[in-house]
Each structure stands twice: as structure tokens, then as C-alpha cells.
């Protein structure tokens, strides 16, 4: 195979394959080709992939070493993104009775929320996250983004119990916001013990739901490493709960009356 | 930038951005290059992409024109994936009490959802779909990743109305298995009128859900214009109430005393 043809090919694995670690025979076997070259190939991959903003080769020596994809997003990009995404959102038509906001468009973007994965993922990228851990319902798609990121698996947490996974744990808990005691299930088999975990939700108001889901966590002795929300509410009445989380954006001020809000950057650049 | 560096780069952009039809002028500026030297790459992406089998670059003449990455999963890849699947499932640990069939490790494994999205979007990849839709929770993953593989956004059917979504549609329907009634909701701004959709969802046993989701889709006159699950039961004592849908696998004979348990193709190589 030429290298013209190697390059594409090889873009398209390492893409595909982000994390994994590749002896370099696997290379000079895939494609008929000298040591020396894939080395070469190597080079022009991980150049290109650091302009373009997308990570980097990552090389390790030794007879277990090999090369890796290690996806990056730059802060820049992240900063980029996440402004695009208030000014989207502070839009009027999208408030709701009752003073939420309309972010269903934006979550159904297969798209959009790739991309809020990898803000999410990048900022986490160093924690040794072994698991995503979400609760349906809407956080689902930014876990499965985030998961993809990091190459990791994604467990569910559920407000009812299934009859379809087998027997489970679960907690009852205090909505932050409502007051009102909830259950979270998790199937025992779903999580092995002692994981290390990142928690991924849509929202946070007060962070009842993700005190919940730490309670449910620490039921499997899971290590809590990092949480991450796409929008947190800055509601100033409120106590939170939560004190350790990610948000990229943050919603305040929103005037029914005046059909006006607004939405600002939340704490992803200060961490 | 050198032709190296543009195969890397390009390579990247199309699989980033699957069926954007893109204008030769957006690369012969991104690049910095001639025409004729664009011309060039983009007959080496297409002919890798073929040989890989992901898909090919489709080029549109005229002034409207330009090239898109149409993605593309073959039938033997695909009933590849779907006997490896089968092998996989029919582990007897897998056996849940009351005959159910533990897959949340396979729907928890983005790469694995990935796949199957792949496997599910080629089959519909004619179908002119605009929307994939989906009912909450187990089927969102998979319809996520459908709804890449075809670039077209996502909308959940809940079945307990939320108020942060405004107005919505409800129905009621008879569940195909357990002859309850039960209720499924979509809020009204999420899809607009006379939609081409594809239901997505994870396992079907008599259809029941599949037939609600039908009934509360024709309430916005959407065109059903494909069914996918990755998971039909067969079973016999059942009347199937869905006819025309697109399964990966079937479950059958699960046998709780002997710890056996029987997992074929589906009929997605049969349409």
C-alpha cells in the first residue's frame, strides 16, 4: 500500500480505535510495509492531528509499547464551543412556563452533543475514568459522548427498577429542588467494585440528583472522579449540594415576563 | 500544506461531517492547493474508504455541487458483526429470572452501540429519513448512534410527560406483552409536521411500544419509514403486531432450567 493510501487508512483507525495501544507490527503487517516508513506515516498522523486541534500520538517505548490516539480538545476550541452555545440559548422563544428552558434541539443533535462530549471528556481526560456513570433520562446521550471520548464503558442509573437486569441496589434520596424523596436502582452486575467513576448529567439545579446518584455510587464503592453537567442554574435561593462538579454553561436570570435570559459560560474554564 | 498532510486532515473532515455536501472551493481554500491537486486527494479517500468499507466520497456536478462522504457499513461486515453478537449473548450467564436476557454490558459499550448503528443506519441509509425516534430508556444509545450514521437529529417519546419540555401530544396504548394500558408522550416543538422518521429501539417482543410509538407519530402525520431493534424475541404464542421492522438478532429458546439459550440473525439480512 503507498502512503497516500496508509495515511487515510490510518486516520480512520486511530479515530476509530481512540486509546488503544498498537504494537507497531500491527501496522507493518496491516500494510506490507517497512518499519521505517510506518514511523514516517506516525509523524505526518500525529503533526496533522495536533493542528487540527484533534490530540495527539501518544508513543511507547519497550517491547509492551506501541503507539496511541489520545483525543484532545483544545481549551480554545472548548471556550469557542461553549460561547456559541449562550448565544443560542439565551434566544427567547425558548422559555418554558415555569422558567425553563427548551434544550431538547440541542440534545437531540447527534452533532451538538458529540461535541459537548468532548469538552466534557477533555476536561477529564487525566482522572483514570473507568466508568460514565448518567441517570435517565436526558443525560444519556452526553454520557454515551463522553464515554466515546474516553473510551470507557457507560452504566445507567434508573428511577425504576427493570425486571430485565437481574437484582439491584438502590437508595432513596431528597430532591434538592422539590424536597420530595425519590428511588435511583442500579442492577448489582452493571458495575464492578471499586470503580473509578465520572458522573455525567444534562442539568443541575440544587444537585440532589447527583447526590443521589454519589449516595447510590458509594453502595459500590465506586470512586467519584470528576462531574460533569452541561448547564448548571445559578439560583442564588438555593443551596448546592454539590460542590465538585464541571459545568460548561449556566443559566440565570431568566424573565418570564420580560422574555428575557440569560446564559453564561459556567465553571469549565476555572477549574 | 502537503498531500500527506491533506490526506490526514480530509480524512478527518469527512468522517467528522457524514453527508455535508462540500463545495471543492471550501477545500482548495482550507488547503491552499490547485484544483487539480484536490481533485487528486479526494479520488484516494474514496478508493481507501471503499477498500475499508465505510463508505464512499459522492461527487455532485454542477454549481451547486461539490463531494460528500456518504458512510456506508457492507452486508458481510455487517453479518459479521451480527454472528460475533450472537455468540456473544448466548453466554447462559446471561439468563436472567423470568427468561430475560442480560445485554446492558453490550448496550453500555459505545463502541459496541456504535456498530450497531452503523449495521441499522445502512439498512435504512435510502430511505430519505429525517428523524430517528426513539423511546426512552434502553433504545437511546442506539438511536443516537443511528442518527449519526445518517446525520439526522434525535427525539425521545417519554413515557411520563416533563415539564421543562412545554406542550405536549399523549396517548394512550394496550402494551403488546402485558395488556396494560400505558401512556407515551412527545412535546410538540420536537417534531415538526410530516416527518420522514425511523423508529429505533432495543428489543421488540410482541410490539406494543412499537405500535404506540406508530399511533403518537401519526398524531404529528409522520412517515414511519423504517423500524430497527437490535432485538426480536420469537416467540410463538405471540401475534407480532409489527410486520414490516428490521431486527440484528432473535431470541429464542431460552431454556431457565437447562441454562441454555438459543441467539440468531434476525431478519435484517432477509429485507
Redo the contacts between chains.
Keep these: 500500500m503507498k502512503?497516500?493510501?496508509r495515511?487515510?487508512?490510518m486516520?480512520?483507525y486511530f479515530?476509530e480505535n481512540p486509546r488503544r495501544l498498537n504494537p507497531l507490527p500491527r501496522f507493518t503487517e496491516m500494510y506490507q510495509a517497512a518499519k521505517s516508513s510506518i514511523s514516517e506515516d506516525l509523524v505526518?498522523?500525529d503533526?496533522?492531528?495536533q493542528?487540527?486541534g484533534?490530540g495527539h500520538l501518544q508513543t511507547i517505548a519497550g517491547a509492551a509499547g506501541g503507539v496511541r490516539y489520545i483525543p484532545e480538545f483544545s481549551t480554545d476550541s472548548s471556550l469557542h464551543f461553549i460561547n456559541a452555545l449562550c448565544s443560542k440559548l439565551e434566544d427567547p422563544v425558548r422559555i418554558?412556563?415555569?422558567g425553563?428552558?427548551?434544550m431538547?434541539?440541542i440534545l437531540?443533535?447527534?452533532?451538538m452533543?458529540?461535541q459537548i462530549g468532548r469538552v466534557l471528556g477533555s476536561a477529564f481526560s487525566d482522572a483514570e475514568i473507568e466508568v460514565v456513570v448518567t441517570v435517565?433520562?436526558k443525560g444519556?446521550?452526553l454520557a454515551?459522548a463522553v464515554?466515546?471520548y474516553l473510551?470507557v464503558?457507560?452504566?445507567?442509573v434508573?428511577r425504576d427498577p427493570k425486571?430485565?437486569?437481574?437484582s439491584s441496589v438502590s437508595i432513596n434520596y431528597v430532591s434538592g429542588s422539590s424536597r420530595k424523596i425519590q428511588t435511583m436502582v442500579l442492577?448489582k452486575?452493571?458495575l464492578k467494585e471499586g470503580a473509578n467513576v465520572c458522573i455525567i448529567d444534562d442539568f443541575m439545579k440544587a444537585g440532589g440528583t447527583i447526590t443521589g446518584m454519589t449516595s447510590l455510587l458509594a453502595e459500590f464503592n465506586a470512586n467519584v472522579k470528576a462531574i460533569g453537567v452541561l448547564a448548571e442554574a445559578d439560583d442564588e435561593e438555593e443551596d448546592r449540594v454539590v460542590e465538585n462538579y464541571t459545568s460548561l454553561i449556566k443559566i440565570s436570570n431568566v424573565d418570564i415576563k420580560q422574555k428575557r435570559i440569560q446564559v453564561l459560560p459556567g465553571n469549565f474554564n476555572q477549574k
Tied chains: 1, 2.
Design positions: 502512503r497516500s493510501d495515511l487515510v487508512s486516520t480512520n479515530l505526518i498522523v503533526r496533522v492531528f493542528e487540527e484533534i418554558l412556563p415555569g425553563y428552558l427548551y431538547s434541539d437531540g443533535d447527534p452533532k452533543v458529540n435517565a433520562t444519556i446521550p454515551y464515554a466515546s473510551a464503558p457507560v452504566v445507567i434508573r425486571v430485565t437486569e437481574g442492577p452486575r452493571s
